[in-house]
């Protein structure tokens, strides 16, 4: 996240806001745990969230013609949700110190999911069991009745989502290793979409998670002068309440999204098998040993062998390339063992892989980066067309029989004890590294850079016994000259050896006289 300054005002235009919101949020939190109170909360938003859209789209409806501000089809129109009387944030807001308040907010859930089809089943509906404390709810809506209190339309829609974003962040660092289920840090979702740059087309991912690599990239599609429209959202998740999650972070953002839920997951119940995406961004569950791979022995997506029983990472890695398009990129974020592991099978579809030449980058990541884990990670790229003279996106250079390299290990800075984030400069500078050896406009030329990037020929690789490790590509960083020639500076050294060997040789002696003074002499 972005370095933490103080708010510039109520409404925040800088990260200082939203921390100060959730820390105020967290006192509320009392002794609850934080995978409970994180449903109570980003509830709580996403219903001020469509409240204040309603809101504001009814009062300009009332506006140009009165009648229109009951015509639930204006707001279809501009993928606004329907909000009924009693599920309005000034009815909640008005209420919020009764001790029915709870019962309220889930009658309010409940009105919206039944006037809105893309809802059913999405949003939470327990705010009125026993255990939860209805002063705390009572408090928390008097605070998230701050948000974006004097923005208007967009302003204060961007402002609520980015509230749903940070909390979802907070919560996975306050959940640890159960966090990191549900979220993928930003700083690693921000690699994948600046290096793919998911400009137009179909964007998927088959364990979406709560939506945050399709938020990022309908920001970068923003940022870069395109229209929120101009990519087509596909998603999967297995667990049906971080599917919810994913429903509620995408429509905070205003996004249209075909996010598929079903227990079996993607591998057993392929829920968009006909899908062939532009852009595919995943970040799977590391090296998952209980992924049923057993009944999957046949498959048409095991192209380049069969997976592992015991661990699903080239089993992720084919489902991807399988449901990419003749031009599509993908990026998938991996545990490091799966560049170099020879276990069951998997050094041979590495091998196959890149024979078929289908790698097109490979990113050694620091530690330190997720919530959920302590292993290092590595983001593999993948093409399936790397000689691009018949592709939309002209212009590229011919990258056949080659990968590039990039080793990203020493960067990133420490944001708290336990996790580090990659700076916005250190992002940019490996997406800049990838596009200028992909031969991409204005891009600049590319060079390898000792200790930090390698564009290898598939020769080189099959030396390396197709391990995939950048490290073993890049080399050690050059050295800076300090300008002393090299054998004034061996003389010097050897110099300063041996002063240190006869110094060291005094204080044995000195030592050794001491110990005999005092009776333990040899």
């Not at 209805?134 to 948000?147: F, N, P």
């Not at 002068?225 to 205003?254: C, F, P």
């Not at 592992?308 to 084919?318: E, T």
Request: hydrophobic content about 40%; overall charge negative; proline content about 4%.
């Amino acid at each position: 996240m972005a370095k933490n300054h103080a708010a510039k005002n109520a409404n925040g235009g800088t990260l200082g806001f939203e921390a100060e919101l959730f820390k105020a949020a967290d006192k509320l939190r009392g002794n609850m745990e934080p995978s409970d109170y994180k449903h109570v909360a980003l509830g709580l938003i996403f219903l001020k969230y469509i409240s204040d859209a309603f809101k504001a789209k009814h009062q300009a409806l009332l506006a140009e013609d009165p009648a229109a501000a009951e015509d639930r089809d204006e707001y279809l129109a501009d993928n606004i949700f329907w909000v009924p009387k009693e599920a309005r944030w000034s009815h909640l807001q008005a209420n919020a110190k009764q001790p029915t308040i709870g019962t309220l907010i889930d009658d309010a859930m409940r009105a919206i999911e039944k006037e809105n089809e893309s809802l059913k089943g999405v949003l939470p509906k327990d705010y009125a069991r026993p255990a939860l404390n209805k002063v705390m709810l009572g408090e928390l809506i008097d605070l998230i009745s701050g948000i974006a209190l004097n923005e208007e339309g967009d302003k204060s829609k961007d402002v609520l989502g980015r509230v749903y974003e940070y909390f979802l962040g907070q919560f996975a660092g306050a959940e640890g290793k159960r966090g990191g289920e549900f979220y993928t840090p930003r700083s690693v979702v921000r690699v994948l979409v600046e290096m793919l740059e998911p400009y137009t087309g179909r964007v998927y991912d088959p364990c979406c998670g709560s939506g945050g690599m399709f938020v990022q990239s309908e920001k970068f599609v923003m940022e870069h002068g395109g229209r929120i429209g101009d990519i087509a959202i596909y998603g999967q998740e297995s667990n049906y309440t971080t599917w919810r999650l994913a429903k509620m972070n995408l429509a905070v953002r205003g996004i249209d999204a075909d996010i598929r839920w079903n227990n079996e997951g993607s591998f057993h119940k392929d829920e968009l098998r006909d899908l062939k995406a532009d852009f595919i961004l995943a970040n799977p569950p590391f090296n998952i040993s209980d992924w049923g791979g057993e009944r999957l022995r046949e498959d048409v997506r095991w192209q380049f062998g069969v997976p592992p029983v015991g661990n699903a990472n080239y089993a992720w890695l084919q489902h991807i390339y399988h449901h990419l398009a003749p031009n599509g990129t993908a990026g998938v974020v991996l545990a490091n063992g799966s560049m170099s592991s020879n276990q069951s099978g998997e050094g041979e579809i590495r091998k196959a892989m890149l024979e078929a030449d289908v790698v097109d980058c490979m990113v050694a990541l620091p530690g330190q980066l997720f919530y959920s884990t302590q292993i290092p990670a590595c983001l593999w790229f993948l093409a399936r067309n790397k000689n691009p003279a018949n592709s939309k996106k002209g212009g590229l250079r011919d990258r056949r029989g080659q990968v590039l390299f990039i080793d990203a290990r020493n960067m990133g800075v420490m944001v708290d004890r336990t996790r580090r984030e990659l700076t916005d400069e250190e992002i940019k500078k490996i997406a800049d590294t990838y596009h200028a050896w992909r031969g991409e406009k204005d891009a600049g030329e590319y060079a390898d850079v000792p200790g930090f990037c390698k564009s290898a020929t598939l020769d080189e690789i099959r030396k390396h016994d197709h391990v995939l490790t950048p490290g073993r590509y890049v080399g050690a960083a050059a050295q800076e000259d300090d300008g002393e020639p090299f054998a004034e500076k061996m003389a010097r050294l050897a110099a300063q050896w041996r002063q240190q060997r006869a110094e060291a040789v005094r204080l044995d002696a000195a030592i050794e006289a001491n110990l005999r003074e005092l009776g333990y002499g040899g």
